[in-house]
């Protein structure tokens, strides 16, 4: 295995800048996590930078992690392992084999790519690690979404990072808003929030695909589950705000009003979002702000990443009105 340079040295902080939009009197910024400069940047960027301290002391030979044809997570990992010089295995669900700008990196970076019906993942998975081990391999096997305690632990490190930003800028942001999906980003945030008894700010997930109920659960368990004996001192149910009215159908569906908001977001400010994650977000953030008539506050959104999906619908993005 071959060590990598970009990840034996510390993340680089990524920017706050200002949005020239406002909504209801409040002042938006943006953090940019889609710049981490790697395979495109994203929040799965801050999870494979845990990941890779714990592959390298596994001293696994093969890389294993499941993901759909969309997934950021799985070109991040895949790129990663190819740098590394380590194998790599995609465990993927057949409903769905578009071939999107992810799923061809994924290929072109030299992973295998095995499809099975999506209530088989879990069978596949086993089914494949003990293969891997009857060949003699070593596997090291990434949750999908980099889900897990490394996940986590990569967000709780990114609140503290914003923290500080809040010190030098002189702001202090009243909300934070991100895109939600298998939940370590968001118990990141919540552990980082949680372990600095920091109650003055609401963190705010905008579902991308499951409903309140597990959705909400998933990341509660993420939090128990990094927290350890620490969960009972810290755990506040009221820190955990998970909202799934905005899925506009589930995952990767979305409307005319989210691909306004991309169009706004690219041709006014110069950045670019996708529809499945974060420009989903973004948008249901606004509906969010109206719908509780939020007013006169400082507001930061997580930009989560996901550029290749950008220009998955890159013919599609244009502005209705
Ligand atoms: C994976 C992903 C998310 C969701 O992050 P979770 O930690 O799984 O909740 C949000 N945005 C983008 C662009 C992603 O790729």
Not at 12 to 27: D, H
Not at 237 to 250: H, N, P, Q, S, T
Request: proline letters at 3%; one cysteine or more.
């Amino acid at each position: 295995m071959k060590q990598l340079v970009f990840f034996e040295q510390p993340l680089p902080v990524t920017p706050i800048m200002p949005l020239e939009m406002t909504c209801g009197q409040n002042a938006f910024w943006i953090k940019r996590d889609d710049l981490l400069p790697f395979s495109f940047g994203g929040n799965k960027v801050r999870k494979a930078a845990e990941f890779y301290k714990e592959i390298k002391k596994s001293g696994a030979d093969v890389v294993m992690t499941y993901g759909s044809n969309s997934s950021n997570h799985c070109r991040i990992i895949a790129n990663m392992a190819a740098a590394m010089e380590l194998q790599c295995h995609v465990i993927s669900p057949e409903e769905n084999r578009e071939i999107l700008y992810n799923t061809r990196m994924v290929s072109q970076f030299g992973a295998s790519i095995e499809t099975c019906p999506v209530n088989e993942v879990a069978q596949t998975i086993e089914n494949r690690k003990a293969a891997f081990v009857k060949e003699g391999k070593k596997p090291y096997f990434i949750t999908g979404g980099g889900h897990g305690n490394p996940g986590t632990h990569s967000y709780v490190r990114a609140y503290d990072e914003i923290c500080a930003q809040e010190a030098q800028m002189g702001v202090h942001f009243d909300y934070i808003f991100h895109a939600s999906g298998t939940g370590a980003t968001q118990a990141g945030l919540v552990c980082g929030q949680l372990l600095r008894e920091d109650g003055a700010r609401r963190i705010v997930g905008i579902s991308i695909a499951r409903e309140k109920e597990r959705g909400r659960e998933v990341v509660r368990e993420s939090i128990e589950s990094y927290l350890g004996a620490d969960y009972e001192k810290y755990y506040r149910d009221d820190a955990l705000i998970f909202e799934d009215a905005y899925r506009c159908g589930g995952y990767g569906a979305y409307d005319q009003q989210i691909l306004n908001v991309v169009y706004r977001l690219m041709c006014k400010e110069g950045i670019p979002v996708d529809t499945t994650y974060v420009g989903k977000a973004f948008w249901g953030m606004l509906q969010y702000l109206q719908e509780q008539a939020v007013s006169g506050r400082k507001i930061l959104f997580l930009h989560t990443g996901g550029t290749p999906l950008f220009f998955d619908k890159l013919n599609i993005i244009k502005n209705d009105k």
